[in-house]
């Protein structure tokens, strides 16, 4: 591990380059060995049997990816509801490699006026890693650009950014 988790109380963890089910797997040691309560956003489908009572039990929010259902006013609201949260989306939102990150974390960080921590999985060198929290400003596109700038150096498992 590389890096230190900031004193903050809320915030919008993306973890990328995510490019294998092995990064969720490694994501959830670390989150439980460092005794981090972190929610996090994942497809429905992984919530399914006997995993899905276990994912919920580890913090996890099953999400239907291939519709809106106002899934960031939803987050929004948990952030105001919360006095503490925490919480971890892969912003490319598949394992596969893509060309555009999903949106919806800028979205909720940007709503909720809550900083964005970029955690990193950088393969070749066996490391997760934390960068500094990103405050999202008032242009979107920007902001994704410095994101993947910022991820530029990193290789997951299968891909990079």
């Not at 919480?87 to 598949?94: K, Q």
Request: charged letters at 20%; a positive charge.
């Amino acid at each position: 591990m590389a890096g230190t988790f900031p004193n903050v109380d809320k915030l919008v963890l993306i973890a990328a380059p995510h490019s294998s089910w092995w990064d969720g797997v490694w994501g959830l040691l670390l989150k439980v060995a460092l005794g981090i309560d972190i929610a996090f956003m994942g497809k429905r489908e992984l919530f399914r049997g006997p995993l899905g009572w276990l994912l919920r039990r580890l913090g996890g929010v099953p999400i239907e990816r291939n519709a809106t259902h106002g899934v960031v006013e939803q987050m929004v609201a948990r952030f105001h509801a919360n006095p503490r949260l925490w919480l971890g989306i892969a912003p490319e939102g598949t394992r596969k490699r893509v060309e555009k990150w999903k949106t919806g974390f800028w979205h909720i960080a940007h709503a909720a006026k809550v900083p964005i921590l970029p955690v990193y999985f950088d393969y070749p060198s066996r490391t997760i890693g934390i960068g500094p929290l990103f405050q999202p400003g008032e242009d979107l596109d920007a902001d994704l650009a410095a994101l993947r700038e910022f991820y530029r150096p990193y290789r997951g498992r299968h891909h990079s950014v």
